[in-house]
């Protein structure tokens, strides 16, 4: 069982930087894939980013490659989404996600672990 919470969602000017954290639970944090998702208002939630189990291998939608960067530090259970460039279009809650696998993927069924949402609003 993974329990993970985010935080550093906020209000930030168009062009501006937000840095996400996802805290875990749980000794295995190293053997799981992370995620980023969100989901804006009226939308269906949609993935943002993902890492493998040691970073090594990340993947982005294409409409942050760029912008946004997840990294992760295994020593202290937590992944990271930095943004920058922030745009409107950007505005939604954000998630983080666990998969038990090493390898991550790019929908929400690959993720059995979900954090509560930290809400991230650009204003133009």
């Known amino acids: 069982q993974v329990q993970l919470v985010e935080s550093g969602g906020g209000l930030v000017q168009a062009g501006g930087s937000l840095r996400l954290s996802c805290a875990a639970s749980?000794?295995?944090?190293?053997?799981?894939?992370m995620g980023w998702f969100r989901q804006a208002p009226g939308k269906e939630r949609e993935f943002v980013a993902a890492?493998?189990?040691?970073?090594?291998?990340?993947y982005y939608v294409d409409s942050v490659k760029g912008r946004f960067t997840i990294s992760r530090d295994n020593a202290k259970n937590t992944v990271y989404l930095q943004m920058n460039s922030l745009k409107a279009e950007d505005t939604a809650v954000y998630y983080c996600?666990?998969?038990?696998?090493?390898?991550?993927?790019?929908?929400?069924?690959?993720?059995?672990?979900w954090g509560q949402g930290t809400q991230v609003t650009v204003s133009s």
């Open positions: 890492s493998s189990w040691s970073g090594g291998n990340t």
């Open positions: 996600a666990a998969r038990a696998s090493p390898w991550p993927g790019r929908i929400e069924r690959d993720y059995a672990y």
């Open positions: 749980g000794r295995t944090f190293n053997s799981y894939a």
